[in-house]
T-cell receptor
Framework: AQSVTQLGSHVSVSEGALVLLRCNYS??????LFWYVQYPNQGLQLLLK??????LVKGINGFEAEFKKSETSFHLTKPSAHMSDAAEYFC???????????FGTGTRLTIIP | SQTIHQWPATLVQPVGSPLSLECTVE??????LYWYRQAAGRGLQLLFY??????ISSEVPQNLSASRPQDRQFILSSKKLLLSDSGFYLC???????????FGNGTRLTVT
């Protein structure tokens, strides 16, 4: 079954600095991958998705992610962090044929003023 | 546009009491429906999913159950809550294969 691993349960960056949140996938076939964001006491909001089209995917709020098959990675980036980006971020992979989404354990992003 | 409603937002229940959490989706037909639980520091755990009325797949054996009495209604239940049932419960919907899920705002359940 497909799975994802998020490296770093907590990441802190200064306001205006680059945001890099890491996600590696495990799949025997090209996967469909997603990034979600969760603000405190709220549900998850889809940031972006990779569905085997362009390898560089642009999402909402200035985030983007690049699918790298050679590295089995799908890292999330944003050039300049804003205070409003403070949240928890989840990488997820779809399991083909059974409509189930498997999530990583999440990365909590803190923005330092 | 599609919307998902989940209630209540917060709930405090004693051990041994019953539970009923409800989720409804508007603006789409025959969605796939999901219940996830999020415990502190443990990510999201898929509890149940449903691809149609009366069709429930259980991912984790436990004292919870789910039902789908109508196309766009998904209910999470328990006859007797345990302390370990505390957590943040999220309902989600999706359409078709390989599509992203859309989440409700969640229910914070505290079992005391």
């Amino acid at each position: 079954a497909q799975s994802v691993t998020q490296l770093g349960s907590h990441v802190s960056v200064s306001e205006g600095a680059l945001v890099l949140l890491r996600c590696n996938y495990s799949s025997s076939v090209p996967p469909y991958l997603f990034w979600y964001v969760q603000y405190p006491n709220q549900g998850l909001q889809l940031l972006l998705k990779y569905t085997s089209a362009a390898t560089l995917v642009k999402g909402i709020n200035g985030f983007e992610a690049e699918f790298k098959k050679s590295e089995t990675s799908f890292h999330l980036t944003k050039p300049s962090a804003h205070m409003s980006d403070a949240a928890e971020y989840f990488c997820a992979v779809i399991n083909f044929g059974n409509e189930k989404l498997t999530f990583g354990t999440g990365t909590r992003l803190t923005i330092i003023p | 546009s599609q919307t998902i409603h989940q209630w209540p937002a917060t709930l405090v229940q004693p051990v041994g009491s019953p539970l009923s959490l409800e989720c409804t989706v508007e603006g789409t037909s025959n969605p796939n429906l999901y219940w996830y639980r999020q415990a502190a520091g443990r990510g999201l755990q898929l509890l149940f999913y449903s691809v149609g009325i009366g069709q429930i797949s259980s991912e984790v054996p436990q004292n919870l159950s789910a039902s789908r009495p109508q196309d766009r209604q998904f209910i999470l239940s328990s006859k007797k809550l345990l302390l370990s049932d505390s957590g943040f419960y999220l309902c989600a919907w999706g359409v078709g294969n390989n599509s992203p899920l859309h989440f409700g705002n969640g229910t914070r359940l505290t079992v005391t």
